[in-house]
């Protein structure tokens, strides 16, 4: 295959050009950041085990119904996506108040959310990805107020489909964070990743509050044993899949 051109380094994946303006690569790294990367690091296999994650929960949702830019994997950490023009917005769903939702409103870490909070924040390293509210966003033109509804409604559908999902892999998803892309006729895919770097995600048979953390706040708060937490949810993704 052709060397491809390098179009952009985030912190966790690189996006490459194919020969189709179409179709682009999306290379999961092994790299972790936290705290608008003030703590940086790197979780052995996690390119591949956050690749294998996503690519499973994108087949998911597209079976449901879910446009997604998921295209197949022609190897272990790499994604072949369409490409897409990402909104420069993160779609939080939170079923349980954990992390910014505890620090900013003082409710108690577990509190169950019902129904689901939609929240959305300026993907804007600079400005630290602040919180949103609607009119923000329009003012800022970040989306039409048509497509800050359909995001809306396809973040809650999308938290239906994961939530049932995951209970069935005896794991809770606390709260994660969607990006959504445009595509050439403009319609609304999800794009970017699902992966523990994203969701929160607890293990139901483990009530111990440290001990049952599957996903990156292992990382962000040196609990340890990240690598083995997000072998763990790709071994119960891949189990659960085999029985469907
Ligand atoms: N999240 C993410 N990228 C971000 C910010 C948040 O993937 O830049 C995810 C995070 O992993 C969690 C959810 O979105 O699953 C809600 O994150 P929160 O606002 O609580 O922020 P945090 O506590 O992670 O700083």
């Known amino acids: 295959?052709?060397?491809?051109?390098?179009?952009?380094?985030?912190?966790?994946?690189?996006?490459?050009?194919?020969?189709?303006?179409?179709?682009?690569?999306?290379?999961?790294?092994?790299?972790?950041?936290?705290f608008n990367a003030q703590?940086?690091?790197?979780?052995?296999?996690?390119?591949?085990?956050?690749?294998?994650?996503?690519?499973?929960l994108f087949q998911l949702l597209e079976a449901q119904g879910i446009a997604t830019h998921f295209l197949d994997c022609p190897s272990a950490n790499t994604m072949r996506v369409r490409a897409v023009k990402i909104l420069p917005l993160e779609v939080v769903v939170r079923n349980i108040a954990a992390g910014s939702l505890c620090q900013q409103t003082g409710l108690e870490l577990g509190t169950?959310?019902?129904?689901?909070?939609?929240?959305?924040?300026?993907?804007?390293?600079?400005?630290?990805?602040?919180?949103?509210?609607?009119?923000?966003?329009?003012?800022?033109?970040?989306?039409?107020s048509e497509q800050v509804e359909q995001?809306?409604?396809?973040?809650l559908k999308i938290?239906?489909?994961?939530?049932?999902?995951?209970?069935?892999?005896?794991?809770?998803?606390?709260?994660?964070?969607?990006?959504?892309?445009?595509?050439?006729?403009?319609?609304l895919l999800l794009a970017d990743e699902i992966s523990p770097d994203t969701c929160r995600?607890?293990?139901?048979?483990?009530?111990?509050?440290?001990?049952?953390?599957?996903?990156?706040?292992?990382?962000?708060h040196d609990l340890g044993n990240v690598e083995a937490a997000y072998q763990q949810v790709l071994d119960r993704i891949l189990a659960k899949a085999a029985q469907i």
């Not at 996690?46 to 690519?55: H, L, Q, T, V």
């Not at 999902?165 to 445009?182: A, N, R, S, W």
């Not at 995600?201 to 962000?220: A, E, H, I």
Request: with cysteine; aromatic share 8%.
């Open 112 to 144: 169950v959310l019902e129904p689901p909070l939609v929240e959305f924040y300026y993907k804007n390293d600079a400005l630290g990805d602040p919180l949103l509210t609607s009119d923000r966003l329009l003012l800022l033109n970040l989306a039409t």
């Open 201 to 220: 995600l607890w293990n139901q048979s483990d009530p111990d509050p440290k001990q049952r953390v599957m996903d990156k706040d292992r990382f962000r």
């Open 159 to 187: 938290n239906q489909i994961l939530t049932d999902f995951f209970q069935q892999c005896g794991i809770t998803l606390v709260d994660f964070k969607l990006e959504f892309g445009l595509d050439p006729s403009q319609n």
């Open 1 to 34: 295959m052709a060397a491809h051109q390098k179009l952009y380094e985030g912190k966790a994946k690189i996006l490459y050009a194919t020969d189709d303006p179409n179709v682009l690569l999306s290379s999961f790294k092994d790299d972790a950041t936290a």
């Open 39 to 56: 703590k940086r690091g790197s979780i052995q296999g996690k390119g591949e085990i956050n690749c294998a994650i996503s690519s499973h």
């Open 151 to 155: 995001l809306r409604a396809k973040a």
